[in-house]
Antibody
Framework: QVTLRESGPALVKPTQTLTLTCTFS??????????VSWIRQPPGKALEWLAL???????YYSPSLKTRLTISKDTSKNQVVLTMTNMDPVDTATYYC???????????WGQGTLVTVSS | QSVLTQPPSVSGAPGQRVTISCTGS?????????VHWYQQLPGTAPKLLIY???NRPSGVPDRFSGSKSGTSASLAITGLQAEDEADYYC????????????FGTGTKVTVL
């Protein structure tokens, strides 16, 4: 079955760079049509799409965060990595990775990882 | 910075029907992109509820249905049950300013 799991630091300081890893199983990111995205949710707020990488290594970013985000994949390890630079307290959120299949819906989600930005 | 607008909250008694609207624009729903819906139970990750405007993944009760018209979409829950109390989000694609995917503002459903 398809599973995704996020990992990374629970606490980062302002101005630091955040690195999150999504480790997945049950599908291959080298299969045509497969994509993995990062989505975040500040406490008590709505979901916000951040970035997506597809099977062909094409990458897409939220325009408002594009200068701070980098998404990459390691197909052999079944991992997708997101880096976000210059972290700020407003970036405090639960960060999710999710699979997007050919239907352009996020059909499987990880459990999420809460990242707090504080000095 | 959600570009899809939903009512903050809706409520209904058990057994009633409630609907949640999702209003977009000509660059997303109105451009023909499909709408998907997610259910987020308290303290858990979102779960795909409706995909492709009106399709239910395996295991989702047929009490949930979706529709789309023009620049808007709706999620209907018939026969409301206590376990339906959750946050619901719509999601679509968008072609303005190279934005790819957008979520709604979210709606809290309360079962009275």
């Amino acid at each position: 079955q398809v599973t995704l799991r996020e990992s990374g630091p629970a606490l980062v300081k302002p101005t630091q760079t955040l690195t999150l890893t999504c480790t997945f199983s049950g599908f291959s990111l080298s299969t045509s049509g497969m994509c993995v995205s990062w989505i975040r949710q500040p406490p008590g707020k709505a979901l916000e799409w951040l970035a997506l990488i597809d099977w062909d290594d094409d990458k897409y970013y939220s325009p408002s965060l594009k200068t701070r985000l980098t998404i990459s994949k390691d197909t052999s390890k079944n991992q997708v990595v997101l880096t976000m630079t210059n972290m700020d307290p407003v970036d405090t959120a639960t960060y999710y990775c999710a699979r997007m299949g050919s239907g352009l819906a996020f059909d499987f989600w990880g459990q999420g990882t809460l990242v707090t930005v504080s000095s | 910075q959600s570009v899809l607008t939903q009512p903050p909250s809706v409520s209904g008694a058990p057994g009633q029907r409630v609907t949640i609207s999702c209003t977009g624009s000509s660059s997303n729903i109105g451009a023909g992109y499909e709408v998907h819906w997610y259910q987020q139970l308290p303290g858990t990750a979102p779960k795909l509820l409706i995909y492709g405007n009106n399709n239910r993944p395996s295991g989702v009760p047929d009490r949930f249905s979706g529709s789309k018209s023009g620049t808007s979409a709706s999620l209907a829950i018939t026969g409301l049950q206590a376990e339906d109390e959750a946050d619901y989000y719509c999601q679509s694609s968008d072609n303005s300013l190279s934005v790819r995917y957008v979520f709604g503002t979210g709606t809290k459903v309360t079962v009275l």
